[in-house]
Nanobody, 120 residues
Framework: QVRLVESGGGLVKPGDSLRLSCATS????????ISWFRQAPGKERVFVAG???????TFADSVIGRFAISRDNGINTEYLQMNNLQPEDTGVYYC??????????????WGQGTPVTVSA
């Protein structure tokens, strides 16, 4: 059973930085392709950044140049570094994982989310 646990969210001011963590367990870390999504209040969940099998790391246009992805294979954790945060980055951030195995649909594994609020 794959388990994802996000952490690192919080309340920050515009221009600040945060690093979100997605700790994984239950599957070989290198098998997992992890993406990050954000759900703002009253809005649908949207893609923020992630790693795909074909394209490697990809980012939503709104975060290019501000957000970065990294991972620590020793502790099975993926990170989303968010710099120069803006109020429009506010929302609950989820990490999700997939393996691209035959028959898999979308992202079968999701974390519980960590809230990020950017406000002056």
């Amino acid at each position: 059973q794959v388990r994802l646990v996000e952490s690192g969210g919080g309340l920050v001011k515009p221009g600040d930085s945060l690093r979100l963590s997605c700790a994984t367990s239950g599957r070989t870390f290198s098998d997992l392709y992890i993406s990050w999504f954000r759900q703002a209040p009253g809005k649908e969940r949207v893609f923020v950044a992630g790693t795909t099998e074909l394209e490697g790391r990809t980012f939503a246009d709104s975060v290019i140049g501000r957000f970065a992805i990294s991972r620590d294979n020793g502790i099975n954790t993926e990170y989303l570094q968010m710099n120069n945060l803006q109020p429009e980055d506010t929302g609950v951030y989820y990490c999700a994982a997939r393996t691209y195995e035959i028959g898999e649909q979308g992202f079968p594994y999701w974390g519980q989310g960590t809230p990020v609020t950017v406000s002056a």
